[in-house]
C-alpha cells in the first residue's frame, strides 16, 4: 500500500494526516502551538514553534508507522493564509510571524488606498485592502521596523516556510500568493506596479509555482529526524481554505463550503475570475488548475468558542462544554452574542468592533451563553451566504468542515440558521486532506483533483433544516445584524482603554 502526509498548519495546531491509497486517513497527529498577543489588536507566531511541532508530529507520525518508509511516496501543505514570515538574505526567520487575524495595520490600509486608489486595487488584485492580508503588514515593518525591513531579502506564508525547511528550496504558490494583496490574480503574476507605487522592491516576492507544483525531496538532514525517506515527493500545496475545498470536494460551480476553524469562512467555488462582489467577498485563485473561489471570513469563529473555554471553563474539553447545547432552546433564551473579539472582515471591515452579549438577563444560565457563543459565530457567517445569495447564487447545500463540524447540535443548528442542508464528510479535516489530495494527484494516482475526490471523499451524515428553527432564526437574524449597527460607535470609544 502506498500512502501520502498531507500537513495542515492551522492556527491552533499542525495537522497531519497520512492518507493510503483508498482515501483512509490510517493515522492522525496533531501537535499545538500558542498565539502571541502583545497587545490589542496584536496576533503573532513564532515561525520556530511550527518547525518544532511539524518535525516533532512527523516524528511520532513514521515512529507509530507500520509500513516501509519508502511507501510514503508525497507529501504536500495547507497552512493558515496572510500571515508575513520576513526573511534576510540566508533565508533566516527576521521576526514573529505577523497573523491574518492580527489588525494593526488600518493605516497602512489607508495609505494602500490613498497611494494605489481603491479602483486599482480591486482590478488588479480583486480585493480590498484588509488588516489581515499581507501586504499591509510589510508596509507596516517598513514604517514601524525599519532596522527589520532593511535586513529583509524576501517574505514567505506560513506553510511556504515550513516547507522551505523541509526542503530547502524557497517558493509560494498562487493560492496563497492571491492573499497578499501584490498578486496580479488574472495574470497571475506578482504586481511590479503595486510594489512601484508603494515603494516596495519587487525582489522581495519570492518565485512562484502552481499548488500542483513538484518542488524538491526531503532533505538528508529532515529525513534523518523524522524518518522520513529522502525521497519522499514535495508537492507546494495551499492556502488551508484553498485545500479545505479540495479536502471537502468544492471542485465546481454550485458548491459551497462551510469551515469552522479559529477563522470561520463561507467559500463558493468560482470557474472564472471575472465575476464582480465589488470586494465585499475576497475572491482567490483556487489551488485547482485554472480556478476561483469566493468567500467571507468571521475572523473569530472557533476563536470565539475556545476564548468562552478558557475564560470560563478551562478544564472541560469542548464536548463537556458543549453536552447541554441541545437543552438550550433556539434563541438562547433571549441571549445574543457578536463573535468580534478580535475585530471583524465580512461584511463589516472593522478593526475596532469588539464583541457583545446582549440580552443578559437573571435567570441566564451558562449553557444558554454556550448557545448564544454558537449561534452568534453561525449568523456571523450567514452574513456571507447572505451576500453571497443576494448575488443571484443558489446555496442549498453546504459541505461543514473544521473543528466545529465535530459537535452534532452545532451541524444542526448550521443547517437551522443556513436553512441549507448540511453534509458532514468522513473526516473534518478538509485542509489535511486537500493537502493529501493534492499530493495523490502529484504522485499521478489519478489523473485529476475531482477523481481524487470521487475515490476519496465521502458523505457521513446529512443535517436537513428544521422548519421551525428555521423561522425562529429568519426573525433573531435581523436583531443580531442590528448589533453592529448599534454597538459600533460605542465601540470606537472604547479603543483608548484596551490593553
Ligand atoms: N469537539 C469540538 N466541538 C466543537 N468545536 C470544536 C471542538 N473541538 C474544537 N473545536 C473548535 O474548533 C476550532 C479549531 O478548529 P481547527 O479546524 O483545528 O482550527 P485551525 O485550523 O484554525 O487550527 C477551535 O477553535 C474550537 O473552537
Ligand atoms: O484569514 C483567513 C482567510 O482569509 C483565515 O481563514 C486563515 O486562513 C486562518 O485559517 P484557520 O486557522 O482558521 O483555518
Avoid at 490510517?26 to 511550527?50: A, C, F, H, M, R
Avoid at 471537502?248 to 468560482?270: D, F, Q
Avoid at 463537556?320 to 438550550?328: K, Y
Avoid at 443535517?463 to 428553527?469: A, F, L, R, S, V
Amino acid at each position: 500500500m502506498k500512502y501520502v502526509i498531507g500537513v495542515d498548519l492551522g492556527t491552533s495546531a499542525v495537522k497531519l494526516l497520512l492518507v493510503n491509497q483508498h482515501g483512509e486517513v490510517t493515522q492522525e497527529v496533531s501537535k499545538s502551538y500558542p498565539l502571541i498577543q502583545e497587545k490589542t489588536g496584536y496576533s503573532e507566531q513564532n515561525p520556530q514553534d511550527w518547525i518544532d511541532q511539524t518535525v516533532s508530529g512527523l516524528s511520532e507520525l513514521l515512529l507509530q508507522f507500520k509500513g516501509n518508509r519508502a511507501d510514503i511516496e508525497g507529501i504536500s501543505f495547507s497552512g493558515q493564509m496572510h500571515g508575513l514570515v520576513l526573511l534576510d538574505n540566508h533565508h533566516e526567520v527576521l521576526r514573529n510571524a505577523i497573523l491574518w487575524n492580527d489588525t494593526r495595520t488600518s493605516a497602512e490600509c489607508q495609505k494602500i488606498y490613498d497611494i494605489v486608489g481603491e479602483k486599482r486595487l480591486l482590478e488588479i488584485t480583486q480585493n480590498p485592502a484588509l488588516e489581515g492580508f499581507t501586504l499591509p503588514k510589510l508596509l507596516w515593518v517598513k514604517d514601524h521596523e525599519p532596522e527589520i525591513y532593511e535586513k529583509a531579502a524576501t517574505f514567505v506564508l506560513p506553510k511556504d516556510y515550513v516547507r522551505y525547511k523541509l526542503t530547502g528550496k524557497l517558493h509560494m504558490e498562487y493560492s496563497d500568493a492571491a492573499g497578499t494583496l501584490l498578486l496580479d490574480i488574472r495574470d497571475r503574476s506578482w504586481s511590479k506596479e503595486i510594489c512601484d507605487m508603494l515603494d516596495l522592491d519587487p525582489e522581495l516576492c519570492p518565485p512562484l509555482v502552481e499548488s500542483t507544483s513538484e518542488v524538491g525531496n526531503i532533505t538528508e538532514d529532515l529525513a534523518k529526524i523524522t524518518g522520513l525517506s529522502p525521497e519522499t515527493r514535495v508537492f507546494a500545496g495551499g492556502a488551508d481554505n484553498a485545500c479545505g475545498a479540495i479536502g471537502a470536494g468544492i471542485l465546481e460551480e454550485g458548491k459551497t463550503l462551510c469551515s469552522i476553524g479559529t477563522s470561520g469562512v463561507v467559500l463558493s467555488y468560482e470557474p472564472s475570475e471575472d465575476k464582480d462582489f465589488n470586494g465585499k467577498v475576497h475572491y482567490f485563485n483556487h489551488s485547482a488548475p485554472e480556478a476561483y473561489y469566493t468567500m467571507g471570513v468571521t475572523l473569530a469563529a472557533g476563536y470565539s468558542l475556545t476564548w468562552f473555554k478558557e475564560v470560563f471553563a478551562k478544564d472541560e474539553s469542548f464536548d463537556e462544554l458543549l453536552a447541554e447545547v441541545g437543552s438550550t432552546p433556539v434563541g438562547s433564551n433571549g441571549l445574543l452574542f457578536t463573535p468580534y473579539l478580535v475585530g471583524e472582515r465580512t461584511p463589516h471591515a472593522d478593526a475596532s468592533i469588539r464583541s457583545s452579549f446582549i440580552g443578559v438577563d437573571s435567570s441566564h444560565e451558562r449553557k444558554d451563553f454556550v448557545r448564544a457563543v454558537l449561534e452568534g459565530i453561525t449568523f456571523s457567517l450567514n452574513e456571507s451566504i447572505h451576500i453571497f445569495r443576494q448575488s443571484g447564487k443558489t446555496i442549498d447545500t453546504i459541505v461543514s468542515i473544521g473543528g466545529g463540524a465535530k459537535n452534532e447540535a452545532w451541524l444542526q443548528m448550521q443547517a437551522d440558521i443556513f436553512n441549507a442542508r448540511i453534509i458532514r464528510l468522513d473526516s473534518e479535516q478538509g485542509p489535511g486532506m486537500g493537502a493529501a489530495m493534492i499530493a495523490a494527484y502529484g504522485c499521478d494516482w489519478f489523473d485529476s483533483l475531482q477523481a481524487c475526490a470521487q475515490a476519496f471523499l465521502n458523505e457521513d451524515k446529512v443535517y436537513e433544516p428544521i422548519e421551525k428553527n428555521v423561522a425562529q432564526y429568519k426573525k433573531l437574524f435581523p436583531i443580531y445584524q442590528d448589533i453592529y449597527k448599534q454597538t459600533k460607535e460605542l465601540n470606537q470609544r472604547l479603543v483608548e482603554y484596551r490593553k
